[in-house]
């Protein structure tokens, strides 16, 4: 991969401060904390259409969707990405089990599909710097 420019230094800053706007941080906090289902039963009973669960699970998937399409289209340095924001790829882990239900529902099948291609780079990364890191990560976050 390319080096890293200071372009993508200023990006990842830029990204960083817009995760610690207020909104977004109480976001955040809230899906690290709840977000753990496993099928769309179980992420229509925590984030039932118009509530406040699904407004903050959707602005967390779609922020690192976002990230993710920075990352799928070159603008951003992978490598230089995945040494510090190992949160993207927590979101693609408690995201994976209800993807495809969600997809089908929405009628969508490229919904969410940079976090997707960004989050199995992540996971082929850490696979090939240490190979025991993303199976003791994944349990430590819930996968």
Request: net charge neutral; charged share 25%.
């Amino acid at each position: 991969m390319a080096h890293a420019t200071y372009d993508d230094v200023n990006l990842l800053l830029r990204l960083y401060d817009m995760r610690r706007e207020e909104r977004t941080r109480a976001a955040r906090s809230w899906f690290v904390a709840n977000f753990k289902v496993k099928s769309m039963a179980e992420f229509n009973t925590l984030c039932p259409p118009g509530s406040e669960q699904n407004a903050m699970a959707r602005q967390v998937t779609s922020y690192w969707d976002m990230v993710g399409s920075f990352i799928t289209a070159g603008v951003l340095n992978q490598d230089l990405f995945f040494q510090s924001n190992r949160e993207l790829l927590m979101v693609w882990i408690r995201v994976m089990p209800v993807i495809e239900e969600i997809r089908a529902a929405f009628k969508d099948p490229s919904y969410m599909k940079n976090l997707e291609i960004a989050g199995n780079a992540y996971i082929e990364y850490l696979n090939k710097i240490s190979p025991e890191t993303y199976p003791a990560f994944k349990a430590r976050v819930g996968g």
